[in-house]
């Protein structure tokens, strides 16, 4: 079993910038694939991006490439979601999530094993 924590959502205006961390316990995060979805009310839990385990190769959905990098620290069994230039479209609950198998460069959550609670991001225009 593995729990994952986010943190560092917030408010932010257009232009900002955040970092989402994603905390693990319970089983080593580089043997892990870590990524991170978000989703508004009515909609579809969105990619936004992944990284795989311990070689990091990332992937990422077209809408943030670009402004959005992901990151991993194994030895904190820690991931990372730094967001730059912010638009209100990113606005969302941002879920970090884990997998045991994944298949490269899938945005399926149904890859996806594990999932935080979830964290919101504001952006203010």
């Known amino acids: 079993q593995v729990q994952l924590i986010e943190s560092g959502g917030g408010l932010v205006q257009a232009g900002g910038s955040l970092r989402l961390s994603c905390a693990a316990s319970g089983r080593t995060s580089s043997s892990l694939a870590m990524g991170w979805f978000r989703q508004v009310p009515g909609k579809e839990r969105e990619f936004v991006a992944a990284?795989?385990?311990?070689?990091?190769?990332?992937y990422y959905a077209d809408s943030v490439k670009g402004r959005f990098t992901i990151s991993r620290d194994n030895a904190k069994n820690t991931a990372f979601l730094q967001m730059n230039s912010l638009k209100p479209e990113d606005t969302a609950v941002y879920y970090c999530a884990a997998a045991v198998s994944y298949l490269s460069g899938s945005a399926s959550a149904r890859q996806f094993d594990y999932w935080g609670q979830g964290t919101q991001v504001t952006v203010s225009s």
């Open positions: 990284i795989r385990r311990s070689i990091g190769i990332t």
